[in-house]
């Protein structure tokens, strides 16, 4: 329908990548380096990590049903894996 389901205030401008969906978890990834992991059902903060301290200008990219992989604007790769 379009409508918003949830929303998460503690991000609001932080230059957010677009999300990718990881099993029952959110993944974004902002301009500061940091990686962001919300519920998948409620939006609330899961997890998150600074990569290094730099921008993460393009969207995290799937590696398998549970993991992702990010790249900053450095040239730094980094590879998560998410438990459910």
């Known amino acids: ?3 918003t389901t ?3 205030d503690a991000l ?3 230059k957010l ?3 990718l969906i990881v099993g029952g978890h959110v993944v974004v990834a ?3 380096g940091y990686v962001h992991v919300l519920e998948r059902e409620g939006g609330a903060l899961a997890a998150r990590t ?3 301290s730099s921008a993460v200008e393009v969207p995290p990219k799937r590696l ?3 993991s992702f992989v990010i790249q900053t604007s450095k040239g730094g790769v980094y590879a998560y894996e998410l438990d459910e």
């Open 50 to 52: 600074r990569a290094d």
């Open 1 to 3: 329908s379009g409508s």
């Open 6 to 8: 949830w929303q998460q």
């Open 12 to 14: 609001r401008n932080r």
């Open 64 to 66: 398998d049903s549970q």
């Open 17 to 19: 990548t677009r999300p």
């Open 30 to 32: 902002d301009f500061e």
